[in-house]
């Protein structure tokens, strides 16, 4: 299943790329992409398993910039 | 107003905070050039008073940074931006305070480090600043969205949201307002600017039972619409769902980029580090080689290029959706600048795809209008596309009261009390034998007789589209190589394609062997050639999609063609082939400008500073003042070319 949410206070692009090589490092998530330009953070991750790899996805955009938040 | 200066709030704020720094700074560093502040105290610890005042200013402009530097190496990310400023800027200060306590009659170095940390926060501005304003002005390309429908309900109208149509209601759209949702106009006529969604220019006229396309401009007049899909499944909807992740489809050279950077701030940082042990233990002069690794630093972030080259592709996507050009990635715009083998479908791509009168051949005696006129009353009853066209032709309707047969395989006979009319192919005129001129030229020809007597001949030919002929000359002259494959005989093809001007053809193709075809020419192909296809995308999806580029053509309302192709073209005009190669063009070599200049700079200050010869103020510029040029430079992507192609056009 793939989303896509919005993405608020992604100030740096590094960051977005930086989040991108991590998110696509977890456990579960198929294929990731952060856009700094629109962004937005698209997951194409395990249906059955979404919501907990969602929460694991945003673990790791904290780690790397702690202001940007996803909304979801 | 938020309007008149583009700031929002949070921007405002850092910029009055950039400001007081600034005046605090110039005013602490005028003071310090006239009377030395480092000697209004005297003794070994002189250097305390200018340190306090300079790391006033610098807590003023930097506190933030030093926060998320301290927050961000709670969280493991040690090659962090914000932290290796920090480390930069303290060392700079601890350096001058070693040189403070060692030599107290000359105090310096404190100004620079206050000020390499006040620039890295003025460029991060402009950094933002831009970005935004790019990103605001390339959206605003596509601002088409709907904000509301007049949703008529229990016998009044409701302003509400799009997404709360359903299909089958009826809406009211005034003059002046978007079209929220795609649908079937049940009352009124108007005319219609789709230029957001098309680019162009001229306004569409529709009627009663016309279909209405989501995102244009009603014009001129009430309509009455009759809503057939629901936002989520509506044009605008999928053009902004499209252009949104386009960004997600990444370039070659966007991937190189964030590859770049992954190591080359560690690789910077492992330089900085040998830099001041290893010359330092050889020649112990360690303040200036620790001096020297902490410009290497300042320079060590790759923001430029990571924020520029998307921001380019960014650009370049925007760019051409203003001209009613979608393309789905920043791949697609890479791999269009390389394309150079074109293929075309024929019918609906270089040619209209619907058939009209080419020409009328009277017989002796006869004129064109009397051909026409025997020609419609026969194939009045017709709902062929021949004999469309030869009522479109003739223009007028056709006389009644004959009795009209059917001969199967010939033609149609038409009988009235006095005449007997003869309309059909060869085979027909032969069997009642008629002498007739036989017709040369390629096409379906119609042969019309009138009481056994030959009256004329009228030529039916697909009509080739008339800026078919410019585009593949464009082309072609751009050295691509063009093909049109086509199922008609090669009678036709062979016509066609010297009409328009397309290097080779392929006829008497089935659909499935056009796929072959151009499988073979994949096969064939070179590495760095790319394979475009162009085709209207009705029948043609398997094609598309296996090329390198699949363009689709008059994508309004067709979403088969959306779905399968890389490239639309909303308008069924060929001339947006060459114009978004264009584009591609542009949007590339500006990725390649920002490119190479961004690390030449980068690398040019890391040998400079390397052996001594700039300080940390040309080293922050290289951080900062390259992104702000690589971003204005990735911005000219979207300049006009519409103004330009009719220039080019105007000169040859």
């Not at chain 2, 063009?482 to 089935?510: F, Q, R």
Request: net charge neutral; with cysteine; hydrophobic share 45%.
């Amino acid at each position: 299943m793939k989303k896509v949410y919005k993405l608020e206070n992604l100030d740096c692009a590094n960051c977005a790329a930086k989040m991108e090589r991590a998110i696509n490092k977890l456990d579960g998530v198929n294929a990731a992409s952060v856009s700094f330009l629109s962004q937005r953070l698209s997951v194409e991750a395990d249906e059955s398993r979404f919501e907990e790899i969602m929460d694991a996805v945003a673990k790791v955009c904290r780690k790397v910039e702690p202001d940007c938040k996803i909304l979801r | 107003m938020e309007k008149s200066t583009g700031l929002n709030k949070k921007e405002k704020k850092k910029l009055a905070r950039i400001l007081i720094a600034l005046a605090l700074f110039a005013a602490v560093f005028i003071a310090d050039k006239i009377v030395y502040l480092g000697g209004v105290f005297e003794g070994p610890a002189a250097w305390v008073f200018p340190f306090c005042l300079y790391l006033a200013v610098y807590l003023i402009i930097g506190y933030d940074v030093l926060w998320r530097a301290i927050r961000n190496i709670a969280h493991g990310q040690v090659l962090d931006e914000n932290f290796l400023m920090c480390l930069a800027t303290l060392g700079a200060f601890s350096l001058a305070i070693y040189r403070g306590v060692t030599m107290p009659e000359n105090i310096e170095g404190f100004d620079e480090a206050c000020a390499v940390l006040l620039f890295y926060q003025i460029g991060e501005f402009f950094q933002d600043y831009a970005t935004g304003k790019s990103r605001k002005s390339i959206s605003a390309l596509m601002d088409i969205r709907p904000d509301y429908a007049n949703l008529k309900r229990n016998g009044g109208v409701e302003r509400v949201a799009p997404e709360e149509v359903k299909a089958g209601d009826i809406i009211l759209v005034n003059p002046g307002e978007r079209v929220p949702l795609d649908g079937i106009v049940v009352k009124g006529a108007s005319s219609l600017d789709t230029k957001a969604l098309t680019g162009e220019s001229l306004p569409r006229e529709i009627g009663t039972g016309g279909e209405i396309v989501s995102g244009s401009v009603n014009l001129t007049s009430q309509l009455e619409v009759e809503v057939t899909k629901e936002f989520y499944d509506s044009t605008v909807s999928k053009i902004l769902e499209l252009v949104e992740s386009a960004a997600e489809q990444k370039s070659k050279a966007e991937n190189f980029i964030t590859k770049f950077a992954k190591y080359y701030t560690p690789i910077v940082v492992g330089v900085a580090v040998l830099l001041a042990v290893v010359p330092g233990i050889i020649t112990s002069d360690w303040s200036t080689w620790i001096y020297r690794a902490l410009s290497f630093l300042v320079v060590s972030c790759p923001c430029a290029l990571v924020i520029s080259i998307p921001l380019s592709f960014f650009a370049g996507i925007g760019a051409a959706s203003r001209y009613g050009i979608l393309v789905k990635g920043s791949n697609y715009l890479e791999k269009l600048n390389k394309a150079n083998i074109f293929v075309f479908d024929k019918t609906g791509t270089l040619t209209r795809g619907s058939f009209a009168v080419a020409k009328v051949s009277p017989a002796a005696g006869a004129d064109e209008e009397e051909v026409l006129r025997l020609a419609a009353i026969a194939e009045q009853d017709s709902i062929h596309p021949i004999a469309k066209s030869i009522a479109a032709r003739y223009g007028k309707p056709a006389a009644g009261g004959y009795t009209l047969t059917n001969i199967a395989g010939k033609g149609i006979s038409a009988s009235d009390s006095r005449d007997t009319i003869l309309c059909g192919n060869a085979k027909l005129m032969a069997e009642n034998n008629i002498p007739y001129a036989a017709e040369r030229d390629t096409g379906t020809v119609v042969y019309v007789a009138k009481n056994g007597v030959f009256i004329g001949s009228i030529l039916i030919a697909d009509e080739v589209k008339p800026e078919a002929k410019e585009v593949v000359g464009a082309l072609n002259g751009m050295g691509c190589r063009t093909v049109m494959l086509t199922g008609d005989n090669e009678a036709i093809a062979a016509k066609i394609a010297k009409e328009v001007g397309v290097m080779e053809y392929k006829a008497s193709l089935l659909p499935q062997n056009k796929v072959e075809e151009v499988e073979t020419m994949l096969r064939e192909k070179d590495a760095k050639d790319a394979l475009c296809f162009v085709g209207d995308g009705i029948n043609d999806a398997p094609v598309l999609m296996r090329s390198d580029i699949g363009i689709a053509m008059g994508g309004v309302g067709s979403d088969a063609a959306i779905e399968a192709a890389d490239i639309v073209l909303m308008q069924d005009d060929l001339r947006g082939l060459p114009l978004a190669k264009r584009i591609a063009k542009k949007t590339m070599a500006i990725v390649f400008e920002n490119i190479v200049f961004s690390i030449a700079v980068k690398v040019a200050i890391l040998i400079l500073s390397a052996v001594g010869l700039t300080n940390m103020w040309v080293a922050v510029f290289g951080d900062v003042g390259v992104a702000v040029i690589a971003i204005l430079n990735a911005m000219r992507v979207n300049s006009k070319y519409a103004a330009k192609a009719k220039r080019a056009a105007a000169k040859a």
